[in-house]
């Protein structure tokens, strides 16, 4: 700690002496103020010190006095101190300060270090300030966010552990051990933990907001402004500007140890799934984390399971789009590998697990009904069935977890407008249609099906000749719905034949927009979906958005009647927008567009 003395007399003054009221947790180690030294008009000197705390964390004071000369008289300048001392490390348990939890609501940034400040501050509905307490029910996923905070000494070889919750009469939700592609097995893996990696944040993702008013910017990354959102500043005056924030979970087999550099903190990440078969009560558990080798603290976990169970099929339903060449040209550097090669194979064997870890957390998949080799059928290709009638969702498959045997509940036919019979009129619409609609009535009837039109379209008179070929089918086919990225209220005035609009909301007359809502929900021929997010209207896909941001789309589902939330892609390598071109995003990550 450094004070600053200035003479603001107009003589020269001689120090006297330099002294702390206390000295118990600050001391004096040098400086330029010292007995008999001078201070010109105007001029400055200092005294430096050292904050050494003892006993609990906290903020320590004490006071400074300079006695100074003037060449009349003897004056005293008066400087109150105080520094905040961390948690002392637990007795030879190395250098770990802080230990903590939330829901992951609250995004921490790498730089944070709440709980070494102000242990008080982090209390929430998950962390009491001693132990983490969950609740859910049966056939649930629970996660929970646990922050490992360093001070002056950075921490090395830290691991955690976390397997077991013990619950009435010896009832046990646990994990067993697993290593390499173990990660990927669901079986015997009711707790899984993830060693969570950061991107720093060097620009707004642009796409998420509406920008003209700051009040729609993340509160972390809102610069000062006035009236009505008027904002001044720039880059460097947004409060988390440069800041590293959560974003890649890596399983924690993956990295048994790590370490922690000093004045920073490292997230891990929990899932717990409940399953059903679990007993109703409290369950309890113990996450170790060991520093070097030692055990150097142990945090209690409660779980309250209700006594009830969540359907396997999800209410807030979803479709995410996860492209074939994008997933082949980053796991085999081949975007349509030929079939029967080794890349076809583990391209379906990545691309499956890409299913079964979204269904795990009842994420629904869509993709351009893509492959390895030309398919012409009207029908989703052989690897899509097991995904459909849900074998893919089973132990034999290694999965457990919500929705076992349950299948993936929508397909995409011809997604963003890849259908190839547009030129063909109502009459190759009656065909193709037909022959879809057949397939999924014989062998999925009970998936949620649509031909996608086109994709973001402002020709609208095509969009609803299209939808008119297949309302006005005399076949199965009129069965089938069609989809088109749209605005709602557009739709229906001028699209009218279209079964469901799917709408990216910006803003809107609420009026206009409720109207159309209420008129599409009167009607059972139609469905509203809607896709990505965008302030302020909901929340953001966003790396720097609140970590809540995505949790408020499943409420407006709720609220607004939106039958199913899109989001346009979830294996996106090609930044041709922002010039990047393709990029290994687990090596290069960036903002969207920022």
Not at 15 to 36: M, Y
Not at 131 to 154: C, M, R
Not at 159 to 175: D, E, K, Q, R, Y
Not at 194 to 222: M, N
Request: glycine share 10%.
């Amino acid at each position: 700690v450094t004070a600053t003395v200035t003479n603001t007399g107009n003589a020269t003054g001689t120090i006297t002496s330099r002294a702390l009221v206390t000295g118990t947790q600050f001391a004096i180690t040098g400086g330029t103020c010292t007995a008999s030294s001078t201070v010109a008009a105007s001029g400055t000197c200092t005294v430096i010190m050292t904050f050494s705390p003892t006993g609990n964390a906290g903020t320590r004071t004490d006071t400074l006095n300079v006695v100074y000369n003037n060449g009349t008289t003897s004056q005293t300048a008066t400087l109150a101190i105080s520094a905040t001392a961390d948690p002392v490390p637990q007795q030879g348990a190395g250098v770990l300060t802080a230990v903590w939890a939330n829901d992951g609501g609250d995004k921490v940034a790498r730089e944070e270090r709440r709980a070494s400040i102000n242990a008080a501050s982090v209390v929430n509905t998950v962390w009491d300030g001693t132990k983490i307490k969950l609740f859910g029910a049966k056939n649930e996923v629970l996660g929970f966010n646990l922050a490992l905070e360093t001070g002056a000494t950075a921490a090395s070889n830290v691991a955690v552990t976390f397997n077991t919750l013990t619950g009435p009469n010896g009832s046990v939700i646990s994990s067993g051990s697993t290593s390499g592609n173990g990660v990927f097995t669901y079986t015997n893996r009711n707790i899984e933990l993830f060693y969570i990696r950061y991107l720093q944040i060097k620009g707004l993702s642009a796409l998420s907001y509406e920008i003209y008013d700051e009040r729609h910017t993340p509160k972390r990354f809102q610069r000062p402004w006035t009236g009505a959102g008027v904002a001044s500043g720039t880059w460097a005056n947004r409060p988390d500007a440069g800041k590293y924030y959560p974003d890649i979970a890596v399983p924690l087999e993956l990295v048994p140890t790590f370490n922690i550099a000093a004045n920073q903190n490292q997230s891990v990440w929990a899932d717990i799934y409940v399953p059903k078969t679990a007993a109703a009560g409290l369950y309890t558990g113990t996450v170790t984390i060991i520093e070097n080798g030692s055990v150097t603290r142990t945090v209690p976990v409660e779980l309250t399971v209700r006594n009830f169970m969540l359907p396997d099929m999800p209410a807030s339903k979803t479709m995410l789009f996860v492209g074939y060449n994008n997933i082949a040209k980053r796991y085999t550097g081949v975007s349509y590998p030929n079939s029967g090669t080794t890349q076809a194979t583990t391209t379906k064997l990545v691309r499956d697990r890409h299913f079964q870890m979204a269904h795990r957390h009842k994420i629904s998949v869509i993709d351009a009904n893509d492959g390895p080799d030309v398919h012409s059928g009207d029908a989703p290709r052989a690897e899509w069935l097991p995904r459909l009638n849900g074998q893919l969702f089973t132990a034999a498959n290694g999965y457990d977890g919500p929705g076992v045997a349950t299948g993936n509940n929508i397909f995409s036919i011809g997604t963003y407008g890849t259908w190839n019979w547009q030129s063909g009129g109502q009459s190759a619409m009656n065909t193709r249609t037909d022959a879809w609609e057949s397939w999924f009535q014989a062998n999925a009837s009970s998936t949620e099906r649509f031909l996608y039109l086109i994709d973001e379209s402002s020709d609208f008179a095509q969009i609803e000749q299209w939808a008119g070929w297949v309302k006005n089918n005399p076949g199965v086919g009129k069965n089938l719905k069609t989809f088109a990225t749209t605005s709602m209220p557009t739709a229906l005035t001028s699209m009218p034949s279209l079964s469901i609009p799917a709408t990216w909301f910006t803003v809107g007359a609420t009026t206009t927009w409720q109207n159309a809502a209420n008129t599409i929900a009167a009607d059972p021929s139609k469905a509203f979906y809607a896709y990505n997010g965008k302030r302020p209207s909901n929340g953001s896909f966003a790396t720097e958005d609140d970590g809540v941001a995505l949790r408020e789309l499943a409420w407006a589902q709720y609220k607004k009647n939106v039958k199913r939330w899109f989001f346009w892609e979830g294996a996106y390598y090609n930044d041709y927008q922002g010039g990047r071109g393709e990029t290994n995003v687990f090596q290069t990550a960036c903002t969207f567009g920022g």
